[in-house]
């Protein structure tokens, strides 16, 4: 297997991603085949779920051959994620990235291309023993289609993580508000203008929704949106928020029936909390 990213835009996607897999799992284990690249991982506490579809297109260059000691066209390549984030961070401005590695070799190879003021760079990271999950979510829709711009997403929750573990969403025909609260700190409510600050909305005729969920996660989910315009979040009563960050640059052109396979695309499902007071 060996593909390379020479588009700046996809490079500085790839390394965000890869840099911030440690905040999920301490091993990311990827199954590669002829069709790209995917992952899932899971949180320690089994509540946030990771998922990443990278297809073959999306890679400046892309050569796969199934190994002949394989039974099948699938490989399984796991690494530590935080010897990952080591690699990651001695990327320097706008350098080129190639991985390769195959069945019968203990390493992944990682190598920086050399561009202005930045020497190349190659590293071999050991392989680790583990198995991909296999999780199909629920891809049925949503009661409340939400999309922001990342940025303004990124520093609310960093506001309301301020005042409390944990944030209460509600969301009418009207309205959309975020509380988080703790009993030392007190309150804090963000009421959200639907004209000014909210790139669309949509939400179920007649529906109220309203979902806890710990502020945590949805920090670590921010981390990955660094290369991002815009995110896409999905809620409903009783199912996981299900948020996702668009390769392509568009948060809104992917939705929560696509096909997986064949768009570049991150996701992230977390389950909601029960909610004592109600």
Not at 46 to 68: H, I, N, R, V
Not at 146 to 175: E, I
């Amino acid at each position: 297997m060996l593909f390379s990213i020479t588009d700046e835009d996809k490079a500085l996607q790839l390394s965000v991603v890869f840099k911030n897999l440690h905040l999920i799992s301490d091993i990311a284990c990827f199954t590669i085949d002829e069709a790209g690249i995917s992952l899932q991982m899971m949180d320690a506490g089994q509540s946030c779920m990771l998922d990443l579809t990278l297809p073959k297109d999306w890679f400046s260059s892309w050569t796969y051959e199934a190994g002949a000691s394989s039974d099948t066209a699938t490989m399984i390549v796991a690494v530590n994620t935080k010897v990952l984030q080591k690699v990651m961070d001695t990327r320097s401005g706008s350098q080129p990235i190639k991985f390769k590695t195959d069945e019968l070799n203990d390493n992944v190879e990682i190598a920086f291309g050399r561009v202005e003021n930045s020497y190349e760079k190659v590293f071999h990271i050991p392989k680790m023993d583990s198995e991909p999950l296999n999780m199909e979510p629920d891809q049925s829709d949503h009661m409340v289609d939400l999309v922001l711009t990342t940025k303004c997403f990124t520093m609310l929750t960093k506001q309301l993580s301020g005042f409390g573990d944990t944030v209460k969403t509600a969301f009418t025909d009207t309205n959309i508000s975020f509380t988080a609260s703790s009993p030392d700190i007190g309150t804090m409510v963000a009421s959200v203008d639907m004209d000014h600050d909210v790139e669309e909305y949509s939400i179920s005729e007649g529906d109220d929704v309203s979902q806890l969920l710990m502020l945590k996660y949805i920090e670590f989910m921010c981390a990955f949106g660094a290369f991002a315009p815009e995110v896409s979040l999905h809620f409903s009563n009783n199912r996981p928020l299900y948020l996702h960050y668009d390769l392509t640059g568009d948060a809104s052109d992917s939705d929560s029936g696509m096909n997986h396979d064949s768009h570049p695309r991150l996701a992230f499902y977390l389950a909601p909390m029960v909610d004592d007071n109600e």
